[in-house]
């Protein structure tokens, strides 16, 4: 009677929960599969779970205000202006483009280097000395002085003779003499005897001086 009644209450039980016997066994079969698979190695794929950060939108800023026409400002370079070094002339140099010549009859003007500064654009003149006309060669030597003669007396006479546009001499300046008569007697030959051509500047007769030295000699 004991063992009939227990049983009856056992089964009685079972019938009235089914849902509790599904979740036992799906819990065993579970458990005997992670057994079996532990001892083969196995190792079921986990699928992957993407978890993704919640991303932030960041709010656009407001464009700037549209800019003002201002007036253009020009750039203004600086500068500093120092003064020119002063350089100390000793003395200014006058270069001369073309030839010099100084005419010792009629002097121009002088320019500041004591020259005169002949103009660039002529050609420089040709200038001719006065020469002895050998027409007149016999004539060039002077008397002997008597007195100078009788003494046996022997002499030398320089001078500076001006020869006119004509070939005359129109003065005699004395450079040096052995003594008075003889620079006398030369004076007086000269300017009554003595004939030249005249000097020349480009080709026309023009007065010019020559220097005419005169021996006196006995036996001449």
Do not use: C, N
Request: charged share 20%.
């Amino acid at each position: 009677m004991q063992v009939q009644s227990y049983s009856g209450q056992r089964y009685q039980g079972s019938t009235h929960h089914p849902v509790a016997m599904g979740a036992i066994i799906v819990v065993h079969a579970a458990a005997l599969t992670a057994l079996l698979m532990a001892k083969s190695g196995y190792i079921p794929d986990i699928p992957a779970i993407l978890i993704a950060d919640p991303i932030s939108i960041d709010q656009a800023d407001p464009p700037p205000p549209p800019p003002t026409d201002e007036p253009d400002t020009p750039h203004v370079k600086s500068r500093i202006d120092t003064p020119d070094r002063q350089v100390k002339s000793v003395q200014d140099e006058v270069v001369l483009s073309g030839p010099t010549t100084i005419d010792p009859l009629s002097p121009g003007p002088l320019d500041g280097a004591g020259t005169k500064a002949a103009d660039p654009s002529l050609p420089a003149p040709v200038l001719v000395d006065p020469r002895v006309d050998p027409r007149f060669a016999d004539a060039l030597q002077p008397p002997y002085p008597p007195a100078k003669q009788r003494l046996g007396e022997e002499g030398r006479v320089s001078v500076k003779v001006l020869v006119g546009t004509d070939g005359r001499v129109k003065a005699v300046t004395l450079l040096s003499a052995t003594d008075d008569a003889f620079f006398a007697a030369t004076e007086r030959q000269a300017l009554r005897y003595w004939r030249f051509r005249p000097a020349t500047r480009d080709g026309v007769p023009v007065e010019g001086w020559r220097t005419m030295t005169v021996r006196f000699e006995i036996g001449r």
